[in-house]
């Protein structure tokens, strides 16, 4: 079976872990936040991956770039949330503060791929 590029970048993997520790978290929140909050949280982890993986299907490294800039918003979004969450006490700080490592290290990871494809 095939691999493709996105796949072996370390960002994307990583991005996936905050898929699955954002779906983790947010299934002790509010009922009646199902169609709210837990959307928008879900919805903005999973688009840090999608965008990476979107835009390494994209010819010109320029290109490539404007998704890494997508994935980075997305992941500032999430960001925000988390901390709206923890200040609703809907988690706790350990999880903030566990979020906030992975959340960082993508950023990291994020910043580093864009100033590579805009080197190019």
């Known amino acids: ?3 493709y590029s996105f796949e072996k970048l370390e ?3 990583l991005s ?3 898929v699955k ?3 983790s978290i947010t299934t ?3 009922e009646e936040e199902k169609f709210g909050i837990i959307n928008q949280m879900r919805r903005a982890a999973i688009s840090v991956s999608s965008n990476i993986s979107e835009g390494s299907s994209r010819n010109s490294y ?3 770039a404007r998704f890494t800039v997508i994935s980075y918003g ?3 979004e999430l960001l925000n949330q988390y ?3 923890n200040d609703l006490e809907w988690i706790n700080n350990e999880d903030l503060i566990k979020s906030r490592i992975l959340i960082e290290e993508i950023s990291n990871k994020l910043n580093g791929l864009r100033n590579y494809q805009l080197s190019k």
Request: no cysteine.
């Open 74 to 76: 997305s992941l500032m």
């Open 16 to 18: 996936r872990k905050l």
């Open 28 to 30: 002790s929140f509010p």
């Open 62 to 64: 320029k290109d490539q």
């Open 11 to 13: 960002v994307w993997q």
């Open 1 to 3: 079976m095939k691999e």
């Open 83 to 85: 901390i709206l969450s």
């Open 21 to 23: 520790l954002t779906y």
